[in-house]
């Protein structure tokens, strides 16, 4: 069964748009593969760099809301699974990333404002990890000498897709 999470990449903003997470220059490449090395090239944080080993050695991403809006483009989720992440827990998703984030397979997890602002509460650790179970709907978060568990929720089909391994899988498996 196919493993959720990693070490933890902390996002500390709303609104990260999808041109932030795969400029629109680079759309043009030919394969998934080709998209890897731009992973939030053009995101704008205080302290992030988007070339750091802590981004391109992330499982995880913890943001805040409506990650994902603007420009709906399956590259978006695709530069995440070709870097190695399969996991962007946010208080809440643009419809249309959300939808490709399962489609392909990864868990794209809606939690409160307040689960999100405990998890941010880790992000000073610097061995912060999570561990997603898609299936029970928990995640552990680790870091720092710290552990805090939590629940969450995915409808069943949006489950079902990921636990598949995407939409291709899933459709294989049933028809």
């Known amino acids: 069964m196919k493993k959720f999470g990693g070490p933890a990449l902390f996002l500390d903003r709303s609104d990260i748009n999808t041109d932030e997470i ?14 890897k090395p731009y992973l ?22 913890i943001t805040r809301a409506n990650f994902g809006c603007g420009s709906s483009r399956e590259h978006a989720p695709w530069v995440f699974e070709v870097n190695g992440i399969n996991v962007v827990l946010a208080q809440s998703f643009a419809r ?15 939690l409160s404002a307040e689960q999100i602002d405990r998890l941010f509460g880790f992000a000073g650790a610097a061995d912060a990890t999570v561990d997603v179970d898609v299936e029970k709907g928990t ?6 000498g710290r552990e805090e568990s939590m629940q969450f929720e995915i409808s ?5 897709l ?9 459709a294989d498996s049933k028809y």
């Open 22 to 35: 795969i400029p629109a220059k680079y759309l043009t490449e030919i394969t998934k593969e080709d998209l």
């Open 162 to 170: 990921v636990l598949a391994g995407g939409w291709v899988d899933y």
């Open 96 to 110: 249309i990333f959300r939808q490709n984030m399962f489609n392909c397979g990864m868990a794209a997890i809606e």
């Open 156 to 160: 069943p089909f949006d489950k079902a």
């Open 139 to 144: 995640l552990t978060i680790k870091g720092g």
């Open 40 to 61: 939030l090239e053009d995101l704008k944080l205080p302290g992030f760099d988007p070339k750091s080993d802590k981004t391109f050695g992330a499982g995880v991403v």
